[in-house]
Antibody, heavy 119, light 108 residues
Framework: QVQLLESGPGLVKPSETLSLTCSVSGFSISRGYYWGWIRQPPGKGLEWIGYIYQSGTAYSNPSLRSRVTLSVETSKNQFSLKMTSMTAADTAVYFC????????????WGRGTLVTVSS | SYVLTQPPSVSGAPGQTATITCGGINMESKSVHWYQQKPGQAPMLVVHDDSARPSGIPERFSGSNSGDTATLTISRVEAEDEADYYCQVWDNYNSHQIFGGGTKLTVL
């Protein structure tokens, strides 16, 4: 069974950089598929952050692109998100997920991790 | 950029049919996926590629896509179906993932 688990700090100070990691079990990242990040501010809808392929090819939301770096580490079966210049507006639950192709559905999700931006 | 429009809320009594729409320009040219999200949980795929159901999803959940509107239909609504529902497409022109704003289904 494919499982994804997000890890990272629950609290980030304004202007700092957020680093999150998604650990994948039950499936090898090196087999392909896209791996992505989606976030959800409290009480609001889903917002796409970006996807990365095991080769390193990445796509990201234009509204966040200048602040987002996606990476994949196949040796650890993990992929990561870095987001710079965090503000209160970035407070959200951050989910990692898997999809087969860019037009495919997100078939496996992590349970999400709440990131709060506050001093 | 491409926009998906969902009604903020729909409601239905147990046993009735609930319909959730997702509007976008030329939607029928895209593959639409639907997710159910209950409070405190991650979204769960309930319909993919317009009308296909993942394993384990009840037949009560069905989807269609025609013209500018995709539709998720939940037949014989049950209390456990109360949740937020999101539609999703890939905007190939802009290489951008799009989610609808979400629809809250209330079971009366």
């Amino acid at each position: 069974q494919v499982q994804l688990l997000e890890s990272g700090p629950g609290l980030v100070k304004p202007s700092e950089t957020l680093s999150l990691t998604c650990s994948v079990s039950g499936f090898s990242i090196s087999r392909g598929y896209y791996w992505g990040w989606i976030r959800q501010p409290p009480g609001k809808g889903l917002e796409w952050i970006g996807y990365i392929y095991q080769s390193g090819t990445a796509y990201s939301n234009p509204s966040l692109r200048s602040r987002v770096t996606l990476s994949v580490e196949t040796s650890k079966n993990q992929f990561s998100l870095k987001m710079t210049s965090m503000t209160a507006a970035d407070t959200a639950v951050y989910f990692c997920a898997r999809l087969g192709e860019l037009s495919s559905p997100l078939d496996y999700w992590g349970r999400g991790t709440l990131v709060t931006v506050s001093s | 950029s491409y926009v998906l429009t969902q009604p903020p809320s729909v409601s239905g009594a147990p046993g009735q049919t609930a319909t959730i729409t997702c509007g976008g320009i030329n939607m029928e040219s895209k593959s639409v996926h639907w997710y159910q999200q209950k409070p405190g949980q991650a979204p769960m795929l309930v319909v993919h590629d317009d009308s296909a159901r993942p394993s384990g999803i009840p037949e009560r959940f069905s989807g269609s896509n025609s013209g500018d509107t995709a539709t998720l239909t939940i037949s014989r609504v049950e209390a456990e179906d109360e949740a937020d529902y999101y539609c999703q497409v890939w905007d190939n022109y802009n290489s951008h993932q799009i989610f609808g704003g979400g629809t809250k289904l209330t079971v009366l």
